[in-house]
């Protein structure tokens, strides 16, 4: 049975870093990736990375988060640097097994606020 359990989220002040952790486990995984959602909004991509470590990032997030993973521990990070209110929001992690099956997490929340 495949698990992801993010954790890493909380309160953080404007300009402040956090970083997010997402353990997988019950299966081997191509891409992996962080999504967003605000309330109100729909989920969008804020960055995925492939087990051949290419990337790709949401616009807003571009220059201030960094993903990476560990193929070994099936691990992905998200490095969120400058962070501001905007980014506030619950973050879920997704996997995509070599199957092509779609896996979610349930999310963390990250509050950026004074």
């Known amino acids: 049975q495949v698990q992801l359990v993010e954790s890493g989220g909380g309160l953080v002040q404007p300009g402040g870093s956090l970083r997010l952790s997402c353990a997988a486990s019950?299966?081997?995984?191509?891409?992996m990736g962080w999504y967003r959602q605000a309330p109100g909004k729909e989920r969008d991509l804020v960055a995925v990375?492939?087990?051949?470590?290419?990337?790709n990032y949401g616009d807003s997030v571009k220059g201030r988060f960094t993903i990476s993973r560990d193929n070994a521990k099936l691990t992905v990070y998200l490095q969120m640097n400058s962070l501001k209110p905007e980014d506030t929001a619950v973050y879920y992690c997704?996997?995509?097994?070599?199957?092509?099956?779609?896996?979610w997490g349930k999310g963390t929340l990250v509050t950026v606020s004074s």
């Open positions: 997704k996997a995509i097994s070599i199957l092509g099956s779609a896996y």
């Open positions: 019950g299966g081997f995984f191509n891409a």
């Open positions: 990375i492939t087990s051949g470590g290419s990337t």
